[in-house]
């Protein structure tokens, strides 16, 4: 008797043991689900990129040289994209920045769409380390919607 006592008694610490490992374990699980459940909402916001971008530098007159850029930007989230903007900015070779413009490329972009941009300009003055040698496009959105 006094052994089945002992075994019942181990058989229980086990079982609660082991509940609170399984508690612990589930409370886990919930907080990983509802973090993957975040990052799927994250991944249907606009993501915008700049694919395709090219650009040449044109003389304007002066001191002033013209880059003229295409290309176009894709959106990869699953929302639509509400103000697209596109900033160009143009630097020397020293990393200085020559110029800046922002332009506005689509009111809307759809989810997993494409908008093209063509001919947008942008004039800067010659620094004393020359002409363009190097221009970045980067893509904004003012707002979005899941429709």
Do not use: C
Not at 73 to 89: C, E, P, Q, W
């Amino acid at each position: 008797m006094q052994k089945q006592k002992i075994i019942y008694y181990g058989m229980v610490s086990f079982l609660a043991a082991l509940s609170v490992f399984l508690y612990s374990r589930v409370l886990d699980l919930e907080r990983q689900n509802a973090e993957l459940h975040r990052q799927i909402e994250d991944l249907k916001k606009p993501m915008l990129h700049v694919i395709n971008f090219v650009w040449s530098d044109n003389p304007y007159g002066g001191d002033y040289r013209m880059i003229v850029a295409n290309g176009t930007i894709f959106n990869s989230g699953t929302f639509r994209a509400h103000m697209v903007d596109l900033k160009i900015t143009v630097y020397d070779r020293q990393g200085n920045k020559l110029g800046e413009e922002l332009f506005l490329v689509k009111d809307d972009l759809q989810g997993k769409s494409y908008a093209y941009f063509s001919d947008l300009h942008v004039v800067y003055r010659i620094s004393e380390y020359g002409f363009a040698h190097r221009v970045e496009a980067e893509p904004y959105y003012s707002g979005y919607t899941e429709w």
